[in-house]
């Protein structure tokens, strides 16, 4: 094991696990009472993930020179709602109690691909999760929160494990299997959308 890594795992362990936890439980305070909230979660990014993440070269070079400070989703949090219309107002009410650093629309680098969609917000950790006996050095200075309708997680969830964790490569055909089920969860989102700004004007009538 080398330093980085028992210094996150140190990290992770006494501080970021008790930290995920604390969030978990105040957005879900938040949001007791929005509507249309399937799930609120938060988890600290596991040792493997993280060292995995501070490996990554871009272009033969280190992606991260400083990954304790650099890579701001060790605590990620994620709210799954119904509908694509739901996103953006959950967005805003997060943005009335959290400061963000960055917000960004994760799509597919083509209009004519299907794969990861959600919604990427990177937020300031409040200073009222953190333990005040110990340096705030110790813990990140910003976490990830993922917003996502049920079926870009679904998708995401099953992507990831099969997409990311086994050893042998996909073939062409698998992968474009991967990418159809894509489009099926997008069009999905789509078709469930439009029912329910269909329902609205329905029941106002």
């Given at each position: 094991?080398?330093?980085?890594e028992?210094?996150?795992?140190?990290?992770?362990?006494?501080?970021?696990?008790?930290?995920?936890?604390?969030?978990?439980?105040?957005?879900?305070?938040?949001?007791?009472?929005?509507?249309?909230?399937?799930?609120?979660?938060?988890?600290?990014?596991?040792v493997?993930?993280?060292?995995?993440?501070?490996?990554?070269?871009?272009?033969?070079?280190?992606?991260?020179?400083?990954?304790?400070?650099?890579?701001?989703?060790?605590?990620?949090?994620?709210?799954?709602?119904?509908?694509?219309?739901?996103?953006?107002?959950?967005?805003?009410?997060?943005?009335?109690?959290?400061?963000?650093?960055?917000?960004?629309?994760?799509?597919?680098?083509?209009?004519?691909?299907?794969?990861?969609?959600?919604?990427?917000?990177?937020?300031?950790v409040?200073?009222?999760?953190?333990?005040?006996?110990?340096?705030?050095?110790?813990?990140?200075?910003?976490?990830?929160?993922?917003?996502?309708?049920?079926?870009?997680?679904?998708?995401?969830?099953?992507?990831?494990?099969?997409?990311?964790?086994?050893?042998?490569?996909?073939?062409?055909?698998?992968?474009?299997?991967?990418?159809?089920?894509?489009?099926?969860?997008?069009?999905?989102?789509m078709?469930?959308?439009?029912?329910?700004?269909?329902?609205?004007?329905?029941?106002?009538?």
């Amino acid at each position: 094991m080398n330093e980085l890594e028992t210094v996150y795992k140190k990290r992770y362990e006494n501080y970021l696990q008790p930290l995920a936890e604390k969030l978990e439980k105040l957005l879900q305070e938040y949001f007791s009472e929005e509507q249309r909230i399937d799930r609120v979660i938060s988890r600290a990014k596991s040792v493997e993930s993280f060292i995995k993440k501070a490996n990554r070269k871009v272009d033969g070079k280190q992606n991260y020179n400083d990954p304790l400070n650099q890579i701001q989703d060790q605590v990620g949090s994620r709210i799954v709602t119904y509908y694509l219309d739901d996103v953006q107002r959950i967005e805003q009410f997060v943005l009335k109690y959290f400061r963000h650093v960055e917000s960004q629309d994760v799509v597919p680098e083509s209009d004519s691909e299907f794969g990861y969609f959600g919604k990427h917000l990177v937020l300031f950790v409040p200073n009222e999760l953190l333990d005040v006996a110990v340096s705030t050095e110790t813990y990140p200075r910003f976490f990830e929160l993922q917003i996502k309708t049920l079926f870009q997680h679904a998708w995401g969830e099953a992507n990831h494990d099969l997409g990311y964790k086994p050893p042998w490569r996909w073939s062409s055909e698998d992968k474009r299997s991967i990418a159809f089920a894509s489009a099926q969860a997008w069009g999905a989102d789509m078709i469930f959308n439009d029912l329910y700004k269909k329902s609205l004007v329905m029941e106002r009538n």
